[in-house]
């Protein structure tokens, strides 16, 4: 087992500043391609929303709207599928309806945006 000491001194060398900025350094092509695929699916999820948000003339409550449907998307349909999707998906707009948010909007959203049909 190793000593206090020891654990200390691998501490330090692993998190010394030089060491650190190396690694971050050789990391970094990866995690802006990966940032460039999230912000690509964001960006379009949002575009997504925000017209059918247009076609339905919500004017109030837009960022709820929003964020209700990202929930859908990030939380439950990358995350789930079949009858765990369903319960999250229910389990959301549940949450939302006490919000305020329009249960018709957030059925027609749901279904016109990602094809879910809720109850």
Not at 42 to 61: I, K, M, S
Not at 67 to 90: E, H, T
């Amino acid at each position: 087992m190793r000593t206090a000491k020891q654990r200390i001194a691998k501490y330090k060398a692993k998190t010394d500043p030089a060491t650190v900025r190396l690694k971050v350094r050789a990391m970094l092509p990866v995690m802006k391609a990966n940032y460039a695929v999230f912000a690509d699916e964001e960006v379009a999820l949002e575009t997504r929303v925000h017209d059918f948000l247009d076609q339905e003339q919500v004017v109030l409550d837009r960022f709820c709207y929003l964020n209700f449907a990202k929930r859908l998307y990030w939380k439950g349909i990358k995350k789930c599928s079949g009858a765990r999707l369903g319960s999250y998906v229910q389990r959301e707009k549940d949450k939302w309806l006490a919000r305020g948010l329009d249960d018709g909007v957030m059925k027609k959203l749901a279904l016109d945006v990602f094809g879910i049909t809720l109850a």
